[in-house]
């Protein structure tokens, strides 16, 4: 198969898993969050840009908006980790799911460290948590650089483990492979991912969890920079055979429908 086919291909499957995996992880936050509101009593109503606690200013405590928003973000970073496990364990063989799983562990991981990262800038999200905790700004600016570091680093720490969702399509990576399969696996449908749901989210723009999402590229650097000087990697002799995945589109798109319909109206949570 001609390299820019498997290149399109590679890139059209990876941007549907992404789709699933944000709005997978949208649900499972969302829903989080609505669960923990209950805990205080706090009905809910939840949109795709937005979270409407429906109490007054004056009735929120230390407690509540610990728990609240904190909820979320640590529930990502737990999910990312377990993921990330069972990721390790299953790196080397062939199914495809493997690219949710990834995108799963990526996009929890850059939800935790951006809302740390934006909300202490914007005093949003995880950002309240850090204002009830008394850091002052000098404080909040060393928390946002941490962030950035820590989610740098992590792009570092798995640079080479990501490589290996590339025997999906080839035999092995070598030299400049090795940075085009990143490129077309990752940063161009992490790219277009996110601007398909900007364009979705139109005509509201909501500021903080775009930038959130910006965040990925902090992570994606790394990995792209550092991909030409890993070791080659080499999986088979013969090429594989793969195709596009047209079930995981319609899923995709299901799951867009249901973001942009049933969370544009908004979902009342009041357990």
Same mark, same amino acid.
């Given at each position: 198969m001609h390299k820019n086919r498997v290149n399109q291909v590679i890139f059209i499957n990876s941007l549907f898993y992404f789709l699933c995996a944000y709005l997978i992880l949208f649900l499972i936050s969302r829903i989080?969050?609505?669960i923990s509101a209950s805990a205080f009593s706090i009905?809910?109503?939840?949109?795709?840009h937005e979270i409407d606690y429906l109490i007054r200013?004056?009735?929120?405590?230390?407690?509540?908006?610990?728990?609240?928003?904190?909820?979320g973000p640590l529930l990502c970073l737990l999910l990312g980790l377990v993921l990330l496990l069972i990721f390790i364990n299953v790196a080397t063989e062939e199914?495809?799911?493997?690219?949710?799983?990834?995108?799963?562990?990526?996009l929890a991981l850059v939800n935790f460290f951006g809302e740390i990262i934006i909300g202490s800038v914007m005093?949003?999200?995880?950002?309240?948590?850090i204002m009830y905790m008394f850091i002052m700004d000098t404080g909040r600016v060393v928390v946002t650089l941490l962030g950035g570091i820590l989610l740098f680093l992590c792009g570092l720490a798995l640079s080479r483990t990501l490589l290996f969702t590339a025997n999906i399509y080839l035999p092995h &990576?070598? /030299? @400049?492979?090795?940075?085009r399969f990143v490129i077309y696996q990752y940063f161009f449908p992490y790219l277009a991912g996110i601007l398909i749901l900007q364009v979705i989210e139109l005509p509201v723009i909501s500021w903080f969890p775009t930038l959130v999402? &910006?965040? /990925? @590229?902090?992570?994606l650097i790394p990995v792209l920079s550092r991909s030409l000087s890993l070791q080659d990697v080499y999986f088979e002799e013969e090429t594989p055979e793969f195709s596009i995945s047209w079930k995981t589109g319609a899923l995709a798109l299901a799951l867009l429908l249901i973001y942009r319909i049933g969370f544009g109206i908004g979902l009342k949570f009041d357990l």
């Amino acid at each position: 198969m001609h390299k820019n086919r498997v290149n399109q291909v590679i890139f059209i499957n990876s941007l549907f898993y992404f789709l699933c995996a944000y709005l997978i992880l949208f649900l499972i936050s969302r829903i989080s969050v609505a669960i923990s509101a209950s805990a205080f009593s706090i009905p809910v109503r939840l949109y795709y840009h937005e979270i409407d606690y429906l109490i007054r200013s004056s009735e929120w405590s230390s407690d509540s908006v610990t728990v609240i928003f904190g909820t979320g973000p640590l529930l990502c970073l737990l999910l990312g980790l377990v993921l990330l496990l069972i990721f390790i364990n299953v790196a080397t063989e062939e199914g495809r799911l493997r690219i949710l799983l990834v995108w799963l562990i990526i996009l929890a991981l850059v939800n935790f460290f951006g809302e740390i990262i934006i909300g202490s800038v914007m005093n949003q999200g995880f950002g309240y948590v850090i204002m009830y905790m008394f850091i002052m700004d000098t404080g909040r600016v060393v928390v946002t650089l941490l962030g950035g570091i820590l989610l740098f680093l992590c792009g570092l720490a798995l640079s080479r483990t990501l490589l290996f969702t590339a025997n999906i399509y080839l035999p092995h &990576l070598k /030299g @400049i492979e090795k940075a085009r399969f990143v490129i077309y696996q990752y940063f161009f449908p992490y790219l277009a991912g996110i601007l398909i749901l900007q364009v979705i989210e139109l005509p509201v723009i909501s500021w903080f969890p775009t930038l959130v999402r &910006l965040c /990925g @590229i902090l992570f994606l650097i790394p990995v792209l920079s550092r991909s030409l000087s890993l070791q080659d990697v080499y999986f088979e002799e013969e090429t594989p055979e793969f195709s596009i995945s047209w079930k995981t589109g319609a899923l995709a798109l299901a799951l867009l429908l249901i973001y942009r319909i049933g969370f544009g109206i908004g979902l009342k949570f009041d357990l």
